[in-house]
């Protein structure tokens, strides 16, 4: 078949600190195509580099093989389990706390069909929207399973029966995690979930069974213990939310407590059976002092113990791609692969599992390929927990400061002594904040608390910019914020609050 050329880019670009010139050319050709960049995989990091390459004026393609753009995050992570995370609480506030406000509703009720909808349409427009964007920036988007065949090549078998062959100056890899289960228990979305079927259950299970209390195991169990279920979480340390600081993890537990979900800790799942007669038996033992040996009933068993980086079918493995213990894609300075054409960002590589975090790094790899300055601050990527209340922190937990030997400070003060808390009736959490105890400068602050999930962003910037806790005290805060109990947290960490 005949090929038109046309002539897309002729400019500089700096690469590994030399000057290359470089000539692209878009082909009409329905096999070959040629671009500056192909990144494989349409989730936050694979979109966000897209659209920063299209910005910056490259030829780009995004490969992604769902059929959807926005990666786990918008189709089945993020987004649906904050839209039923946002509709439960509004139907539990309508319940419980409306009352107490003077709001009189009664027989206060939920169809799980219309929540479901709901869900469905907020990822909707967002998928679609992130198609708009990716063609507003002149992104191409094929919609296939890409394969990496050469250290420059892709090839694409697309959704409708065609293939597609990709030539590229450089390739990035976006290709995200996968959920994963336990050894022996099997998944079938039904009976036995991964957090993709626990955001579509057809009801209300009497009884859920969560294995695993990290993000996915609060939130979503959250989500239906709210609309009834009895939830139990199994977990196998002696604290829930990993990687939050102790003290804040401690107090959210007894949050939860109170919210009617059952915790127990230190305890290991050894086998999950199916009943004929629907539902579940979990067989669990104590690995810890306060654990569990026996078996629990469960009509919905929820596995969610982490995810794993997906290379399937990749082609990185055959091309002898560097890959760690865990499966990621090894990355060196620059998010550079074993093989120099090649990148990775995103789930893919070592870090946490977040979105904008894999957002960061792909704008960080996009900057550095145009023009060498690509950075992304790992000690100011903020974790948000979007149960009720939210938990939020940036930077180190007390545990990691007393590992490290650093000297700190610390700083507390409770929403209860915080006036739109009040007014919100909404008192409970703290602010905590970890300075360092010569210089002040902050390391790191941890809330848990209504709102917590934006209020975090101050203190995200605090760190990126190096700040003291002081800075953030001296800082005008409008009154009544609930803002105000960090800046409150602020002042004790060096001196005293004013409020308490
Ligand atoms: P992904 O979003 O996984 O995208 C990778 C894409 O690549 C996928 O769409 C996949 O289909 C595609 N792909 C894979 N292989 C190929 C191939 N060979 N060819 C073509 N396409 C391919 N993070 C947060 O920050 N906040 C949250 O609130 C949050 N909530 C979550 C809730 C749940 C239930 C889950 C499961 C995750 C949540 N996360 C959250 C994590 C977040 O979803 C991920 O960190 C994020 O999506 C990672 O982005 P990514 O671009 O690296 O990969
Ligand atoms: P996670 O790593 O947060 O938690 C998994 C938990 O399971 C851990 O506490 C672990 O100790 C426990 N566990 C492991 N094996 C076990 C066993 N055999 N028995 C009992 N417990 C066991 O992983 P999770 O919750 O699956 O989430 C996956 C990723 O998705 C996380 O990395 C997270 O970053 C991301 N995510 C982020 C969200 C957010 O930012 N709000 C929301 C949901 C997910």
Redesign the pocket.
């Known amino acids: 078949m005949n090929s038109i050329l046309i002539k897309c880019a002729n400019r500089t670009s700096i690469i590994k600190g030399s000057v290359t010139n470089i000539r692209y050319f878009t082909t009409s050709s329905s096999t070959t195509v040629k671009k500056d960049l192909v990144i494989i995989g349409g989730g936050p990091g694979g979109y966000v580099a897209g659209i920063k390459a299209g910005q910056l004026g490259m030829s780009v393609a995004v490969v992604e093989k769902r059929g959807k753009l926005g990666g786990t995050c918008s189709n089945v ?1 993020c987004i649906p ?1 904050k839209a039923l995370l946002n509709a439960t609480h509004k139907y539990e506030e309508a319940k419980t706390r409306f009352p107490s406000l003077g709001i009189r509703v009664d027989n206060v009720d939920f169809d799980l069909d219309a929540i479901m909808k709901y869900k469905d349409k907020t990822v909707n427009g967002l998928t679609s929207g992130v198609e708009g964007l990716l063609k507003k920036n002149k992104v191409d988007y094929l919609k296939g399973h890409a394969t990496i065949t050469g250290t420059n090549t892709v090839s694409v078998a697309q959704l409708d029966g065609t293939t597609k062959t990709l030539e590229a100056k450089n390739i990035i890899i976006a290709t995200g995690s996968e959920i994963t289960s ?1 050894p022996n228990v099997t998944i079938d979305e039904e009976t036995i979930v991964s957090s993709t079927g626990a955001l579509s259950l057809r009801a209300v299970p009497k009884r859920l069974v969560v ?7 609060l ?1 979503l169990g959250s989500v239906w213990s709210r609309l009834g279920a009895q939830t139990t979480v ?4 002696d604290r829930i939310a ?1 990687g939050a600081d102790g003290e804040v993890a401690k107090k959210f537990q007894r949050i939860l407590e109170k919210q009617h979900i059952k915790f127990h800790l230190g305890t ?2 050894t086998a999950v059976t199916k009943r004929e007669s629907g539902g579940a038996t979990v067989s669990v033992q104590a690995v810890g002092e306060s654990g569990l040996t026996g078996e629990l009933e469960a009509d919905v068993v929820l596995v ?4 794993r980086p997906n290379t399937d079918g990749l082609g990185a493995k055959e091309l002898g791609l560097g890959m760690d213990k865990a499966g990621r894609v090894i990355i060196g300075e620059n998010f550079q692969s074993s093989v120099p054409s090649i990148y990775a960002i995103g789930d893919v590589v070592r870090g ?3 979105a904008h975090k894999a957002e960061e790094e792909g704008i960080a790899v996009v900057e550095h390929l145009h023009n060498g300055t690509g950075h992304v601050n790992y000690s100011a990527i903020p ?4 149960t009720h209340p939210e938990v939020a922190w940036v930077g180190r937990t007390e545990e990691e400061l007393e590992q490290q030997g650093v000297q700190y400070r610390v700083g507390n003060f409770p929403f209860l002594a915080n006036s739109r808390a009040k007014t919100n009736a909404s008192t409970e959490g703290f602010v905590k904040f970890l300075s360092d105890a010569t210089t002040d400068r902050i390391l790191g602050v941890h809330i848990v608390g209504d709102c917590a999930g934006e209020m975090i962003a101050e203190s995200v910037l605090a760190i990126e910019y190096g700040a003291s806790s002081e800075d953030i005290a001296r800082t005008c805060h409008a009154h009544p914020t609930l803002s105000e109990a960090v800046k409150e947290a602020a002042m004790a960490t060096y001196g005293k609050p004013i409020h308490m």
């Open positions: 992570g389990s336990l294995i695993g209390g990290g993000v996915i195991g939130e199994i977990e196998f340390t990993a290991k799942v969610c113990v982490g995810r946490p599992m977040l974790s948000v927990i979007y």
